[in-house]
């Protein structure tokens, strides 16, 4: 009779993510999990013949905690606020995971970034519609010029550069959603790009 597994795949996953949470991707080696799992590295190759095979399961894992941490933002009074603040509060407690999912790449592939900027803009495209009063592509400008400056903010707090408050960086968000949310309204063309540029800085300037 075969010999049960030492551990489940699931645990094995487990262990792998808490060492990229500690230590980043870089640090998940098979010789590092079997160090952390107290045993050879036989058991981790019966679940995953490749190492690869694992990070890949690791980053999946890592997606949904940050869409845990969208969910909460959706779930606040002015969800769109809530999803940037969030995003924030990701960065800032799981600085590792950011940077798997938002400051690493694919190589000749399309960058992990975009990927989830994409899929973060079609969880909160619904809400910035009913909320904003928008039709779709609105929202979906909107939502991809506030991630800029989210992900900016997150940029920096994660590699050590950001010193703002939560209450100040509470305060950015909200003064570009209102100035931007202001130009979507009520200049003609700004959505798509085709409004007088040098007229509407002029109205500005002179006003």
């Known amino acids: 009779m075969p010999r049960k597994p030492q551990f489940t795949k699931e645990e094995i996953a487990g262990y792998g993510l808490r060492i990229v949470e500690e230590k980043g991707m870089e640090s998940l080696t098979a010789r590092e999990l079997a160090r952390s799992l107290g ?7 019966v679940h995953y013949p490749s190492m690869d095979e694992l990070k890949q399961d690791i980053r999946v894992m890592a997606q949904a905690i940050y869409h845990e941490y969208l969910q909460r933002g959706l779930r606040e009074k002015i969800p769109f606020h809530g ?3 969030q995003y924030i509060t990701f960065a800032k407690e799981k600085p590792e995971l950011y940077r ?3 400051l690493s790449d694919r190589g000749n592939q399309s960058h992990y970034a975009m990927d989830e900027l ?19 592509l609105s929202a979906d400008r909107l939502f991809r010029d506030l991630w800029l400056v989210a992900h900016s903010i997150s940029t920096l707090l994660v590699t050590g550069g950001c010193n703002y408050t939560e209450e100040e960086i ?14 979507y309204k ?11 540029r040098d007229n ?5 300037i002179y006003k």
């Open 200 to 204: 509407e800085f002029q109205k500005i």
């Open 100 to 102: 798997l999912l938002f």
């Open 83 to 85: 999803v940037g603040m």
């Open 186 to 196: 009520e200049i003609d063309g700004f959505v798509d790009g085709t409004y007088d």
């Open 118 to 136: 994409k899929r973060t803009q079609d969880l909160v495209r619904e809400s910035l519609q009913k909320n904003y009063r928008m039709d779709a």
């Open 170 to 183: 509470s305060s950015i968000l909200t003064e570009f959603s209102l100035g931007l949310c202001k130009a």
């Open 39 to 45: 045993t050879t590295v036989a058991p981790i190759f």
